[in-house]
């Protein structure tokens, strides 16, 4: 074996060395960087010489050739990154729950004094005093603000439900927006990653990248992971081409087969599906029918992330036979308005107001608008309310109208509206508050594989190092041998 030998091992294991010092330095600098997963060298020792062969030289054994620098693998854990989506896609759908529903209790709180419990008693109030004083002016002005203000709160109630209805819509659309943004930018990876990995490199911060937003959009919907290689010739270390398939619950597909979820990335044909919202209409009411592929196919129901907690809330699904939260939560309160003033009003008709009129009219209307509102003719002339049976000064029908708050149930129905929206924030805060632990739990367990570590870098550089400056001092010996050899041997005859 010749002595430049010597030189060749040495420059191979600094290079190797030199490859570590980089790797080491790319890791510090990117410490607190997004999504980064620390990397580290794999050395492999370089073929022994002699290799096996009948014209080997006749030594005892092999004799080492040093070492090279393998590949630079990324620290992570596939199990660990699974076991991540699917609960930060439960974390998403629970956040999202509690917060629209913590929302919705907002609105409908009933402990204060503007609460529509409050509002009801204090009519009742007015009219059991217009009862005491049939004909008195005052006590029918007062039941008429009381009206005005008990229907003002159910405008209220209705158009703050609508509202928040309509900005959680709006949120959806932009979670729709964000998912096929995000998948645009994975099939993307994926076609850089193939061009690299097919030539031989290992893009490992390109796979960071992806697995950022892999992350991001587990958050939105729920979504299942897996790669296929790019190539049949390409490393271990090597992670391929991601596929995302989205989790939804059983439909048909337009072959008439039952499936359970549908590609959104295609990392083998390097392509990805957009989404869109499918809308239809069902007593008065737009909702969102499904989550809908460019292609054709059954409207698709989201059991988890962001985007299904907001599909649920609002909106419903299938055939519109399923209805979300605030969906339910208007027509439960239209329904309790209209009952009550088909009651009162039908109370209303059988009394007798003051004076010389055509008969009763009705108390509440609904306008033009659909919100409810006391008779512009009663606001006008309060001796239009019919306060009395037989005389106008019996005052008995006020009583009647009265008893219509218990008869009609309206205080029992709004109290089953909100108790059991109480019950449904408490479970969503409960489910939230476990499922942002376990999110976080599993995060630490994924940055104590995958995070940096300052202090261990820094010990790593000074191994290198070291290890560096004695491969150094071994091709020193080497130039020295070669040096005796070169410059002093050989020196008869000059």
């Known amino acids: 074996?010749?002595?430049?030998?010597?030189?060749?091992?040495?420059?191979?294991?600094?290079?190797?060395?030199?490859?570590?010092?980089?790797?080491?330095?790319?890791?510090?600098?990117?410490?607190?960087?997004?999504?980064?997963?620390?990397?580290?060298?794999?050395?492999?020792?370089?073929?022994?010489?002699?290799?096996?062969?009948?014209?080997?030289?006749?030594?005892?054994?092999?004799?080492?050739?040093?070492?090279?620098?393998?590949?630079?693998?990324?620290?992570?854990?596939?199990?660990?990154?699974?076991?991540?989506?699917?609960?930060?896609?439960?974390?998403?759908?629970?956040?999202?729950?509690?917060?629209?529903?913590?929302?919705?209790?907002?609105?409908?709180?009933?402990?204060?004094?503007?609460?529509?419990?409050?509002?009801?008693?204090?009519?009742?109030?007015?009219?059991?005093?217009?009862?005491?004083?049939?004909?008195?002016?005052?006590?029918?002005?007062?039941?008429?603000?009381?009206?005005?203000?008990?229907?003002?709160?159910?405008?209220?109630?209705?158009?703050?439900?609508?509202?928040?209805?309509?900005?959680?819509?709006?949120?959806?659309?932009?979670?729709?927006?964000?998912?096929?943004?995000?998948?645009?930018?994975?099939?993307?990876?994926?076609?850089?990653?193939?061009?690299?990995?097919?030539?031989?490199?290992?893009?490992?911060?390109?796979?960071?990248?992806?697995?950022?937003?892999?992350?991001?959009?587990?958050?939105?919907?729920?979504?299942?992971?897996?790669?296929?290689?790019?190539?049949?010739?390409?490393?271990?270390?090597?992670?391929?081409?991601?596929?995302i398939e989205v989790k939804t619950e059983e439909f048909t597909d337009a072959d008439g087969n039952i499936q359970n979820g549908y590609k959104l990335v295609d990392g083998a044909n390097l392509t990805y599906q957009s989404i869109s919202l499918e809308e239809a209409e069902s007593d008065g009411f737009s909702y969102i029918s499904g989550i809908q592929l460019d292609i054709d196919g059954a409207p698709l129901k989201l059991d988890t992330g962001k985007a299904g907690a907001l599909q649920s809330l609002i909106d419903t699904y299938g055939s519109g036979e399923n209805e979300g939260e605030f969906l339910k939560g208007l027509k439960d309160l239209a329904a309790l308005r209209d009952n009550f003033i088909d009651a009162f009003n039908a109370v209303h008709r059988e009394g007798v107001p003051i004076g010389e009129t055509d008969g009763p009219v009705d108390f509440f209307v609904i306008d033009e608008d659909g919100n409810m509102a006391v008779n512009q003719d009663i606001i006008d002339n309060p001796k239009l309310i019919a306060a009395a049976l037989e005389g106008e000064g019996d005052g008995k029908n006020a009583l009647e109208l009265a008893k219509v708050f218990d008869e009609a149930g309206i205080k029992e129905a709004y109290s089953q509206i909100t108790g059991s929206l109480a019950v449904q924030v408490e479970d969503a805060e409960r489910m939230r508050r476990n499922t942002t632990v376990l999110v976080s739990q599993l995060e630490n367990d994924r940055q104590s594989i995958g995070s940096v570590s300052l202090d261990e870098e820094m010990t790593n550089m000074i191994k290198f190092q070291h290890a560096y400056n004695a491969m150094a001092r071994s091709m020193t010996a080497t130039d020295e041998l070669l040096d005796r050899i070169i410059n002093n041997l050989g020196l008869v005859g000059r």
């Open 1 to 243: 074996m010749s002595t430049f030998h010597g030189l060749e091992m040495a420059k191979q294991a600094l290079f190797a060395q030199q490859s570590a010092l980089h790797t080491t330095g790319h890791n510090i600098a990117n410490a607190n960087t997004e999504g980064y997963s620390r990397q580290r060298v794999n050395y492999v020792t370089d073929i022994a010489m002699p290799s096996a062969s009948k014209n080997r030289t006749g030594i005892p054994g092999q004799i080492g050739t040093g070492v090279k620098a393998g590949s630079i693998q990324r620290i992570r854990d596939q199990f660990l990154d699974g076991q991540f989506r699917g609960e930060n896609s439960l974390a998403g759908y629970w956040e999202k729950r509690a917060d629209a529903l913590g929302r919705m209790e907002d609105v409908l709180n009933d402990l204060d004094d503007t609460g529509l419990s409050q509002v009801m008693d204090q009519f009742w109030s007015a009219l059991q005093d217009l009862a005491v004083n049939p004909t008195n002016g005052g006590a029918r002005s007062v039941v008429v603000q009381r009206g005005k203000a008990l229907s003002e709160t159910f405008n209220y109630l209705n158009q703050s439900l609508t509202q928040i209805r309509s900005d959680l819509k709006t949120e959806m659309n932009h979670a729709v927006e964000s998912v096929n943004r995000i998948s645009e930018q994975i099939s993307d990876l994926n076609t850089r990653i193939k061009a690299l990995e097919i030539n031989g490199y290992v893009p490992n911060d390109l796979y960071d990248q992806r697995d950022l937003l892999i992350d991001k959009l587990s958050g939105i919907i729920p979504i299942e992971v897996s790669y296929e290689k790019s190539s049949e010739h390409v490393g271990d270390v090597a992670q391929g081409l991601a596929v």
